[in-house]
């Protein structure tokens, strides 16, 4: 089923193009495959001017209450760029970013049908138990990402992290998934929406503003250069 959430394991059939290795090589981790459309996926990623943007009062609300939701302590909007993972929105956690070397997201944009990628004690998952998010701060345990899909592209994802393992499936079932997914859906609508978008388009009007300005007033003082000059 298609809210059947998917572990570790099954990405190692997906796929993928090789990663450029020296994004990998500070930490001695199973190379993260890049998704087959990563030019597009980044183009698109760029083009919605999201990244490294304010805080989003709505989608810091939304976090807080998958954290209550789910009963985990943190709960991220994480968006992965080429090199990093930059969260537009998190919930008890203090960076504001990571390498994508360690993102348990980027692994999670690789899951078949867009599932929902579950971790649930990370320090025996063969992809994860080296991370550095695993063995230093903030010592990941648990981790559960639904995809955010914008433009039929993966942005990245909503996560759960836990700091205490979850071997009982019952904590996170698969109608738990079909929750994180329907709640991925909402913020990747929100993503998409032209809020994000229509900065731009106002900075280029007041720049075409200014230009016409400009050229009035050279106009105005040089004249229009068909005369003389006399």
Request: glycine letters at 4%; proline letters at 6%.
């Amino acid at each position: 089923p298609h809210d059947s959430p998917a572990d570790a394991d099954a990405l190692r059939s997906i796929p993928t193009r090789s990663a450029p290795h020296s994004h990998f090589n500070s930490f001695r981790l199973p190379l993260c495959p890049q998704p087959v459309d990563e030019d597009a996926r980044l183009a698109t990623l760029r083009s919605k001017f999201v990244l490294d943007t304010a805080p989003d009062v709505t989608l810091d609300a939304l976090v807080a209450m998958c954290a209550e939701i789910f009963h985990v302590p943190v709960a991220l909007v994480s968006l992965v760029d080429q090199h990093r993972q930059w969260f537009k929105a998190k919930h008890n956690f203090e960076a504001n970013a990571t390498g994508r070397a360690e993102s348990f997201c980027a692994w999670t944009m690789l899951c078949d049908d867009r599932k929902v990628l579950v971790v649930r004690d990370a320090t025996t998952d063969a992809m994860f138990k080296d991370n550095p998010l695993v063995t230093d701060g903030p010592k990941i345990r648990f981790y559960a990402g639904a995809p955010l899909v914008v433009d039929d592209v993966v942005f990245g994802s909503i996560c759960l992290i836990d700091y205490e393992k979850h071997d009982a499936p019952a904590f996170f079932d698969e109608a738990a998934a079909a929750r994180l997914r329907a709640i991925a859906r909402v913020v990747s609508s929100h993503l998409q929406k032209p809020s994000y978008t229509k900065w731009l388009g106002a900075a280029v009007d007041t720049v075409r503003e200014g230009v016409l300005l400009l050229e009035h007033s050279l106009v105005g003082v040089f004249g229009n250069g068909d005369g003389d000059g006399a």
